[in-house]
């Protein structure tokens, strides 16, 4: 092909390959498609350029025209129905993707466009001013998104192939620009409804790095998540995780990001409670929901973190366990808590001679103190009481309450004559006084005991308790404040 020519192709084509890369450059819609239409008119030869975009009340919007002032003030910004194209469809030449209207097809008056003012050649390939050629703008997969049109060709001749072809590529572009608008505005209306849940969440909500480089770095955090925490927003963003978590859960927390990044663990949501360090000092107990974000090539790239403080409801839960374990009034150990202790005591080793000893103790005549002074009065005494046998009692000892004005002391690792000499300093310290707030004279009450030691022939935790308990009574009997050992031998 001559030179002078090839050259009109050449210009197109590159013509052509700006278009493209502006399409390529995520400008904005209308932008790309005034590049598209005024390509189309320096590239493949015609003097006025239309694209319109299907909307969504299927009218056609016309939002970029190349051409002569007079035809943009007529078309940019019209909006035809729909059905409009589809009756040009059905009478047009098929040239490709191209659909042409000879003039003479077209019903009298029905014309959709601008019509230039020029005279009408009668050459077999001359272009007639009411010549109409478009086609149809698809989006990738195939759903039509719009059309550009052109008019009058510079040579008023009906295009040759190649202006076909041409016209068609440009058409693809223009396809492209729209879904990739639509894309871009999909992407930004899905980034603000995040936006305004995120902010809004009445919990707490974090975006969190699983990049290697920056790995549980805070990127996003909202309101909520700030006054869990009593941080600034600022402040926690140029935080890690593992910088507020307690540091006893903080090795955990590592490792199951690092699981995360490694594809060892799957992407949650992950649930669980651990303890954050709140800006005043404190530890709150938070519940925690983490999802992993991935991008489109897999990577975890960050994960989505929500937050409910739970620190009143785990005070709750452990209030319940001590309650469950522990006796409501004094604080001592209670009766469940004290058959556990027994059944211990009696599976362990022991040595010949030292295995240990229960000492059953019960306050002497407590029930004048309650009748005379009042259930409130008694209440205070038994605190103090249960204070004072603690103090006398050794650290590894367990004092229990069963309930009313009964105590008992597990006591491991001793002998019968220790056994004995701790027994005396239980009586001793409960004989002191015991002053109480709004009383003139302080209260005296005096203890009886009762000792059962654990032998080898010790197996039962509750005839254990029972010896002990009948050996308490023997103490009463005897004259109270004073303590009695149980007949050795659980069959006795």
């Given at each position: 092909?001559?030179?002078?020519?090839?050259?009109?192709?050449?210009?197109?084509?590159?013509?052509?390959?700006?278009?493209?890369?502006?399409?390529?450059?995520?400008?904005?819609?209308?932008?790309?498609?005034?590049?598209?239409?005024?390509?189309?008119?320096?590239?493949?030869?015609?003097?006025?350029?239309?694209?319109?975009?299907?909307?969504?009340?299927?009218?056609?919007?016309?939002?970029?025209?190349?051409?002569?002032?007079?035809?943009?003030?007529?078309?940019?910004?019209?909006?035809?129905?729909?059905?409009?194209?589809?009756?040009?469809?059905?009478?047009?030449?098929?040239?490709?993707?191209?659909?042409?209207?000879?003039?003479?097809?077209?019903?009298?008056?029905?014309?959709?466009?601008?019509?230039?003012d020029v005279e009408i050649?009668?050459?077999?390939?001359?272009?007639?001013?009411?010549?109409?050629?478009?086609?149809?703008?698809?989006?990738?997969?195939?759903?039509?998104?719009?059309?550009?049109?052109?008019?009058?060709?510079?040579?008023?001749?009906?295009?040759?192939?190649?202006?076909?072809?041409?016209?068609?590529?440009?058409?693809?572009?223009?396809?492209?620009?729209?879904?990739?608008?639509?894309?871009?505005?999909?992407?930004?209306?899905?980034?603000?409804?995040?936006?305004?849940?995120?902010?809004?969440?009445?919990?707490?909500?974090?975006?969190?790095?699983?990049?290697?480089?920056?790995?549980?770095?805070?990127?996003?955090?909202?309101?909520?998540?700030?006054?869990?925490?009593?941080?600034?927003?600022?402040?926690?963003?140029?935080?890690?995780?593992?910088?507020?978590?307690?540091?006893?859960?903080?090795?955990?927390?590592?490792?199951?990001?690092?699981?995360?990044?490694?594809?060892?663990?799957?992407?949650?949501?992950?649930?669980?409670?651990?303890?954050?360090?709140?800006?005043?000092?404190?530890?709150?107990?938070?519940?925690?929901?983490?999802?992993?974000?991935?991008?489109?090539?897999?990577?975890?790239?960050?994960?989505?973190?929500?937050?409910?403080?739970?620190?009143?409801?785990?005070?709750?839960?452990?209030?319940?366990?001590?309650?469950?374990?522990?006796?409501?009034?004094?604080?001592?150990?209670?009766?469940?808590?004290?058959?556990?202790?027994?059944?211990?005591?009696?599976?362990?080793?022991?040595?010949?001679?030292?295995e240990g000893a229960v000492?059953?103790?019960?306050?002497?005549?407590?029930?004048?103190?309650?009748?005379?002074?009042?259930?409130?009065?008694?209440?205070?005494?038994?605190?103090?009481?249960?204070?004072?046998?603690?103090?006398?009692?050794?650290?590894?000892?367990?004092?229990?309450?069963?309930?009313?004005?009964?105590?008992?002391?597990?006591?491991?690792?001793?002998?019968?004559?220790?056994?004995?000499?701790?027994?005396?300093?239980?009586?001793?310290?409960?004989?002191?006084?015991?002053?109480?707030?709004?009383?003139?004279?302080?209260?005296?009450?005096?203890?009886s005991i009762g000792i059962?030691?654990?032998?080898?022939?010790?197996?039962?935790?509750?005839?254990?308790?029972?010896?002990?308990?009948?050996?308490?009574?023997?103490?009463?009997?005897?004259?109270?404040?004073?303590?009695?050992?149980?007949?050795?031998?659980?069959?006795?």
């Open positions: 092909m001559p030179a002078e020519l090839n050259e009109p192709r050449t210009d197109a084509l590159r013509r052509l390959h700006q278009v493209t890369v502006r399409v390529s450059s995520g400008g904005s819609l209308v932008d790309t498609l005034q590049a598209v239409v005024e390509g189309v008119l320096d590239a493949v030869g015609f003097e006025v350029a239309v694209v319109s975009l299907l909307d969504a009340d299927s009218t056609y919007n016309t939002l970029a025209v190349a051409g002569p002032p007079e035809a943009r003030d007529q078309l940019l910004g019209r909006r035809l129905p729909a059905d409009s194209y589809d009756a040009e469809l059905a009478i047009a030449e098929r040239w490709g993707e191209l659909h042409f209207v000879p003039h003479e097809r077209l019903p009298p008056g029905d014309v959709l466009g601008w019509v230039p050649d009668d050459h077999p390939d001359a272009w007639h001013p009411l010549d109409a050629l478009f086609t149809q703008l698809r989006c990738p997969a195939g759903e039509v998104v719009g059309v550009l049109s052109v008019d009058l060709p510079r040579d008023r001749r009906k295009p040759n192939f190649f202006q076909r072809e041409l016209l068609e590529v440009f058409a693809a572009q223009a396809g492209i620009a729209i879904n990739n608008a639509r894309l871009t505005e999909q992407l930004r209306a899905s980034e603000e409804v995040f936006r305004q849940a995120f902010e809004g969440a009445g919990s707490g909500m974090a975006v969190v790095s699983l990049d290697p480089g920056s790995l549980g770095r805070y990127l996003r955090v909202n309101p909520a998540f700030c006054r869990t925490l009593g941080r600034r927003e600022g402040d926690l963003l140029e935080r890690r995780v593992a910088d507020i978590v307690h540091p006893d859960d903080r090795a955990g927390e590592v490792a199951q990001l690092h699981d995360i990044v490694s594809g060892e663990a799957a992407d949650g949501p992950f649930q669980s409670e651990k303890r954050y360090l709140h800006a005043d000092g404190k530890t709150i107990w938070v519940a925690v929901t983490m999802s992993v974000v991935r991008d489109g090539y897999g990577r975890a790239v960050s994960a989505v973190s929500q937050i409910e403080d739970v620190s009143d409801r785990r005070a709750a839960q452990e209030e319940l366990a001590r309650r469950a374990d522990n006796d409501v009034l004094t604080g001592l150990p209670n009766r469940r808590t004290l058959r556990q202790r027994l059944v211990q005591v009696i599976q362990s080793d022991r040595a010949p001679g030292r000492l059953f103790c019960d306050l002497d005549g407590f029930k004048t103190i309650n009748d005379t002074l009042g259930h409130g009065v008694g209440d205070r005494a038994l605190v103090a009481v249960a204070g004072r046998l603690l103090a006398a009692a050794r650290d590894r000892d367990m004092v229990s309450r069963l309930g009313g004005d009964e105590f008992v002391v597990v006591a491991e690792g001793l002998s019968g004559d220790q056994a004995g000499e701790l027994a005396s300093r239980l009586r001793a310290v409960t004989a002191e006084p015991i002053s109480i707030e709004g009383l003139q004279q302080p209260i005296r009450a005096t203890m059962a030691l654990v032998d080898a022939t010790t197996s039962d935790p509750d005839m254990l308790l029972h010896r002990a308990d009948d050996a308490m009574y023997e103490a009463k009997l005897a004259g109270r404040d004073a303590h009695r050992f149980a007949v050795s031998g659980e069959g006795d």
